[in-house]
């Protein structure tokens, strides 16, 4: 088994159709096979062998896919880093997993080659026509590496921790399987047109639009970066059906003035942080197309339950476990919770990462008994949907009371004021912590304003006694709010 047996698999069905295009630029299915080929020949000829680690930093560009099937080609390992990481932490990476090669965009080769000098990593950079010249003198080769189920095929990096990077170790099995899942379960075929809105560095862009779209034979039209103009005129002229996004892209094309019936959307798919209730009813009157929300973690391939379409889609929810994988909600001791009670949310099954790289100890904390802890706080109603509370470590005491960000979070969202929302806790001397919430605006109000608002629809002890305002949340490239940027 090997992942790019997928893109071979396609090529030999579909050759000369479209699979991955940026504007003017497209690969067809042939073309993508032929110059990862010929990608997999270059890496022999540096001395790249199975199991070694090839970690590439590149936008959403075309050149990613003939990359990245051509490093799984010969048995190697993928490191996909963020194309605007620094040099301190691109060593940091490196360094970890050992990389015997980084290959670059152009544009980030100064940052690139300064975050390889104190690593053994050599770099090599993706000017686009030279790549292709480049190629195309370099003998394919057609042969593709022999893998077990069980072998490494990806590293992720998690984002926003602290300390030690953790590398998740993603196999060959794990994200064939969930590519092959997503495909199944949007029906994906050879008719879509995918909207590559997702980072693709990134496990959500990685499964469900690069490999998922190869899985089924579609076509994959990228953006650079998510803006919402330019994704609404690419959906219109590319004739997207597939739209899966992050709750701020959601956001971002209910702000846009522009914005009109997207009813030509088949699936829109929701995932990577949570969707408030709020947008995904607002969105839904606005562009007549139903949001599927979906949850899962760089640890689970990306994914691990999800709403299915029609009458089986309970809004708010995340679903339930997709084919194969089982979820349950369980307490501190690891008993699992009656419906209904919140507890944290454990996964097991095909998509559940090999481990992280090199790293025993959190490996045997995050898989205990058979499970993989998320660290996210949920619930389980009477009919088996599960419902995402928050995560773990943002959980507020105040006062001896708990507060979950989330709830006030989604009464915030409720005020049409209100664009983006944060709420978390800061030190208190008597009480132990106190809420605040940070707020972007759409339109004006006042700090008194947002204070009455929540605390008519919540217990006295969660409305934020703190207000402040910002432009601009800060958020990860998946799209999640980070918290521990505004508490500093």
């Known amino acids: 088994m090997n992942l790019a047996d997928r893109l071979q698999t396609a090529a030999a069905r579909l050759g000369g159709r479209a699979v991955l295009t940026l504007d003017e630029a497209e690969l067809t299915y042939g073309t993508l096979e032929e110059l990862s080929a010929r990608l997999a020949g270059l890496l022999r000829l540096r001395g790249i062998r199975a199991g070694d680690r090839v970690a590439i ?5 075309p050149e990613f ?26 060593a940091a990476y490196l360094g970890d997993c050992g990389a015997r090669l980084l290959i670059a965009w152009h544009a980030f080769a100064e940052t690139a080659e300064a975050g390889s000098a104190s690593t053994k990593t050599d770099c090599f950079f993706v000017v686009p026509e030279e790549f292709r010249r480049l190629l195309r003198g370099v003998a394919a080769e057609h042969e593709i590496a022999a893998m077990a189920p069980g072998d490494t095929a990806v590293i992720h990096y998690t984002s926003g921790t602290t300390g030690r990077p953790k590398g998740i170790e993603l196999t060959h099995a794990n994200l064939s399987g969930n590519a092959a899942t997503v495909a199944r379960m949007h029906a994906l075929g050879v008719d879509d047109v995918v909207l590559g809105a997702l980072p693709l560095y990134h496990t959500f862009g990685q499964t469900c639009s690069l490999n ?73 009157a606005r562009f007549g197309c139903a949001i599927i929300e979906g949850y899962g973690l760089s640890e689970t391939s990306p994914v691990a339950a999800t709403n299915r379409g029609g009458r089986h889609r309970r809004p708010g929810s995340i679903g339930w476990p997709i084919r194969g ?24 099954g095909p998509n559940v990462m090999k481990g992280y ?41 105040r006062g001896g009371y708990t507060v979950y960000p989330r709830e006030v979070e989604e009464v915030l969202y409720e005020h ?37 608002f929540v605390r008519e629809r919540v217990a006295a ?27 500093r």
């Open 461 to 487: 002890y969660k409305y934020p006694r703190r207000v402040s305002f910002v432009d601009e949340l800060p958020m990860s490239p998946t799209g999640k709010i980070l918290k521990r940027a505004l508490t």
């Open 65 to 90: 896919g003939v990359v990245y099937y051509g490093v799984l080609r010969v048995g190697a390992v993928v490191v996909p880093l963020d194309p605007l990481l620094k040099r301190r932490e691109i």
């Open 57 to 61: 930093m590149l936008p959403n560009v």
């Open 416 to 452: 049409p004021a209100v664009r983006q929302a944060a709420v978390f806790g800061v030190p208190h001397p008597e009480l132990g912590e106190e809420i605040a919430a940070v707020v972007a605006l759409r339109s004006p109000v006042t700090c008194e304003d947002l204070r009455d």
């Open 357 to 397: 790289w090199n790293n025993p100890e959190g490996t045997a904390e995050a898989l205990r008994d058979g499970w993989f802890h998320t660290g996210d706080l949920g619930r389980v109603d009477g009919d088996g949907y599960f419902f995402l509370v928050d995560r773990r470590r943002d959980v507020i005491i």
């Open 325 to 348: 994988v089982e979820m349950k909600v369980v307490d501190e001791d690891g008993r699992e919770t009656p419906r209904g009670e919140i507890g944290e949310i454990v996964v097991r």
């Open 212 to 284: 998922a779209t190869v899985v089924a034979g579609a076509r994959l039209t990228l953006l650079r970066r998510f803006e919402a103009g330019r994704a609404l005129e690419v959906i219109r002229r590319d004739g997207v059906t597939v739209f899966q996004g992050v709750p701020t892209m959601f956001i971002a094309l209910l702000d846009h003035p522009g914005a009109s019936d997207l009813s030509m959307l088949r699936v829109c798919a929701s995932g990577g942080a949570a969707l408030p209730l709020d947008v995904l009813r607002a969105y839904e």
